[in-house]
């Protein structure tokens, strides 16, 4: 009973006579912020065949056949397409692996990234 308060923590003002806690707050608020996103897109050329296409967007964006035909086919018509929205450093391995196998391939496929603001 009436045991005295245990030791304050470092930079802890401690609590008074009248059971009030005083001094600084040792506690920082947690402040969250969203990483920002990046969008990955494709851009149109003449000569990298449709079905290679296709098979980038199911392999690297995880899109199913018939969305990757779609999002293809859009890039094909207006030049740009939306292959995903992902943190920097996802959307950064996304491109460079687009880019990679293009090579590869031999297929001047481009592949760019801009922030989603
Ligand atoms: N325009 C290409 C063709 O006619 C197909 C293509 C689609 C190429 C999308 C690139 O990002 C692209 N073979």
Avoid: W
């Avoid at 000569?47 to 056949?65: C, H, K, Q």
């Amino acid at each position: 009973m009436n045991d005295p308060d245990p030791p304050a923590p470092p930079g802890d003002g401690g609590t008074g006579d009248d059971g009030i806690e005083y001094g600084l707050s040792t506690q920082t608020r947690v402040r969250t912020k969203k990483p920002s996103l990046y969008r990955v897109l494709l851009l149109n050329d003449d000569y990298t065949p449709m079905e290679f296409v296709v098979f980038i967007l199911e392999r690297f964006f995880n899109r199913s056949r018939e969305q990757a035909t779609r999002i293809m086919l859009h890039v094909h018509q207006k030049g740009v397409g939306l292959c995903g929205v992902y943190t920097y450093e996802v959307a950064e391995t996304k491109v460079a692996q687009v880019l990679d196998l293009a090579k590869r391939h031999e297929h001047p496929l481009q592949c760019v990234m801009e922030k989603d603001d």
